[in-house]
């Protein structure tokens, strides 16, 4: 099974700073990779698709980039709304699998 | 407006069985694959089974091969997981989800979940 390797697990960030999670398969997948934020009680919300584009209503200070392995989420201003946890999802096979998530807390 | 609504949870002694469901609405139910994927409490998120839209092709996580079951009704608009010989690290909110683009878009569509529903709660403990 494909591995991902995300990291942080946590990181601490204060409002306005920008913020970078990456994602490492443990081979390559192209670009058949999503980022998803999670609320404490709620489900998974889908932010970015095929690594890079933006899903449909997702603020734009959102941004993915990467391909084949190594994989970049980019919040380029944080907000109040955007604490919560983040996780990568590699989609290249039936058989996904998720990192570990990163959890974004306020500085 | 795209509805996914799980049932089946509850707290189950280890070794039984329990059946999930996800009922579905608001969209073409049998264009789109469907997933389950679990979130034990405190933990990050889990692919457990994932099925094709006319159940052709079928995927377990190597934790749940050989003991869980995915299936569908396409004319009911329903996902189902029956789980056999359940264990304490199977306790977590199961959530279903629907993937992004329908079969017939093939290889220019995209495969990730882009809907979930709110999930159901499965306990294993005696």
């Known amino acids: 099974a494909i591995q991902m390797t995300q990291s942080p697990s946590s990181l601490s960030a204060s409002v306005g700073d920008r913020v970078t999670i990456t994602c490492r398969a443990s081979q390559g997948i192209r670009n058949d990779l999503g980022w998803y934020q999670q609320k404490p009680g709620k489900a998974p919300k889908l932010l970015i698709y095929a690594a890079s584009s933006l899903q449909s209503g997702v603020p734009s200070r959102f941004s993915g980039s990467g391909s084949g392995t190594d994989f970049t989420l980019t919040i380029s201003s944080l907000q109040p709304e955007d604490f919560a946890t983040y996780y990568c999802l590699q989609d290249y096979n039936y058989l996904w699998t998720f990192g570990q998530g990163t959890k974004v807390e306020i500085k | 407006e795209v509805q996914l609504v799980e049932s089946g949870g509850g707290l189950v002694q280890p070794g039984r069985s329990l059946r999930l469901s996800c009922a579905a609405s608001?969209?073409?139910?049998?264009?789109?694959?469907m997933h389950w994927v679990r979130q034990a409490p405190g933990k990050g998120l889990e692919w457990v089974s994932g099925i094709s839209w006319n159940s052709g092709s079928i995927g377990y996580a190597d934790s749940v091969k050989g003991r869980f079951t995915i299936s569908r009704d396409n004319a009911k608009n329903s996902l189902y997981l029956q789980m056999n010989s359940l264990r304490a690290e199977d306790t977590a909110l199961y959530y279903c989800?629907?993937?992004?683009?329908?079969?017939?878009?093939?290889?220019?569509?995209?495969?990730?979940?882009?809907?979930w529903g709110q999930g159901t709660l499965v306990t294993v403990s005696s």
């Open positions: 608001g969209f073409t139910f049998d264009d789109y694959a």
């Open positions: 989800a629907k993937v992004m683009s329908p079969y017939y878009y093939d290889s220019s569509g995209y495969y990730l979940p882009d809907y």
